[in-house]
């Protein structure tokens, strides 16, 4: 027998049964789907994060406490000791690869405006901390090296705080009340949009790193230091510097683990990069799971049908029919029916996947490969699902299948 | 005539039943369709099989068109033992040798009459073009020329008893095993195919078994074995042979 005449055979038998055939391969249909919409966002959430990373520079250096335990951001911040300003003084004068550092401490805070008051991310910091993070203001001034003397009671603030708090009136001269203390709003904060995360980078406000530790915490130890490294090529230097400046400082021995940590750009942008892998490849293998139902579905129909058409087969059987060529027949339908499956599947993930990556503000990037290989994988399904109930079919005793009711 | 041909036997006969038996089923429900039938059938024959129904008539019929294995004895084409045969030269001898016209037609049901017709001929692998061409032609030798779209579900019993027979004779087989070619049609229309029956035999030199009851049918054929209870009872020539 042709194979043209097969596949004659398996699309007439398909089509004979519309409603059946696409009720079938709608299990084919989500489980592609599914593969390439995951993949899609991985791939969209990948760029994203690599992108924001970038950003930031690659010449950024984060100096946190907590040994360097391969764990995201290190061990207990409490345990250990945090830094001084000291610390801070010595690493700018000290560290040639360094061109900057900056005190960073946070703190969760409400703030009160007039009527309203919301909870946000309260940063203290030094000024050079805003040129490292590369973040200026749209509005008024940042925050500058009289503020920080003088401990000035100014602030700056993000978007959403103008949005949520002074309901879009100019925020610029306006006072917020902080705790007890009363501040004086000199900048507004360019808008960053939401993190891959989903944080709402806007939600911020800053005050001098001086104001912070004398009036919201009442400690002056340092959190955390943000580092410009000198050059994107002195990085690795300027983080060899500080570990050895820390060392020293900190009294640690020769073979005692750190009690710090320096991170840099990339480390993060791989841990970024490792989490959306592992979260895409797991979504992506509960997809690959609703694509094998999809082809037990395939089967169980096949399975019908062959007890069905038993009659058919007896009949083609006793004109000559061999039992490779049952055997064809009933497997094409079960492969037709997953590759029409899979390329509804790939029409429909990749249309999902261009709308969702556009409602969550993620870059879209067709998975070409994903596509392809999800599309082979349903093929796959289907000759394998394809092939018990077609071998069913060709082991039929010609004379018991013609008297089959 | 026939006898000439089937004593001496230099060349071993086209189909030969040797010690046949057929067993439905085990113990207690064991139904025996054959009890050790013989039969010779030698090239261009015409016979007829008649005996009360339930006979085995059709039991046979399937061992000689290789639907079906026997439980003891031996099947052989032309000296040929079949039992030793793989499933695909089976295959292979129902599509090119013989001819099957079911007692039940057995068509494809939602399907066309020319695409019924044509099916042995996809098997043998022959191009759509040719096949639809030599479906025509069959289907017009039974009479059913213009119906060829015709559903099955569409035509009268015995339309569908000449769809099977076109069926049968596309393939241009030797053999036409037939099972009750005209048990479903009236006398006129039986005359009709028996007429082509005869026509196949003696001018294609075609060998021709059929099934029948019918004694006036039977008369066209120039044998007739006549079963009992799934022996052979008597086995002779026609007395009375077509002119
Ligand atoms: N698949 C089967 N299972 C069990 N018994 C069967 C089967 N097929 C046939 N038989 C039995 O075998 C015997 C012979 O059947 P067969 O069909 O050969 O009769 P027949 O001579 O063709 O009769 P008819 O003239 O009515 O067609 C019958 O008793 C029948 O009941
Ligand atoms: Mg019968």
Redesign the interface.
Known sequence: ??L??TLTLAFSALL?NKMRSLLTTLGVVIGVAAVILMQALGLGATAKVTGEIASMGSNMLVLMPGGNQRQPFGGSFLAVPLFTQRDLAAIESECDAVRLAAASNTRSVNIVVGERSRSTNLYGVTPSWFEIREWGVARGRLLDDSDLQQGAKRCLIGQTLVRELFLDQDPLGAELRLHDLTCEVVGVMVEKGTSTFGADQDDVAFMPYTTFVRRITGDDHVAMIMISAASDERTDEAKAQIEALMRQRRRIMKGEDDDFSVRDMREIQTLMSTVTGVLTTLLASVAAISLIVGGIGIMNIMLVSVTERT??I????????????ILAQFLLEAVVLAAFGGAIGVVIGLGLAYALAAALALPFSAPVDGALVAFAFALAVGVIFGVFPARKAARLR??EA?RFE | MVEAIAEPAAAPPLLELRGVTKVYGEGEAAVHALRGVDLAIQRGEFVAILGTSGCGKSTAMNMLGCLDAPTAGEYRIEGVSVGALPADVLAALRNRRFGFIFQGFNLLSRTSAIDNVELPLIYAGVPRRERLQRAREALALVGLAGRESARSTQLSGGQQQRVAIARALVSRPEVILADEPTGNLDSRTGAEIMALLTRLNQELGLTVVMVTHDREIAAHARRHVVFRDGRILSDAANERPPS
């Open positions: 027998m042709r043209r005449d004979r009659r058919e007896g009949i083609r059987m006793a004109v000559g029919a061999r039992g490779g060529d010609p004379i013609l």
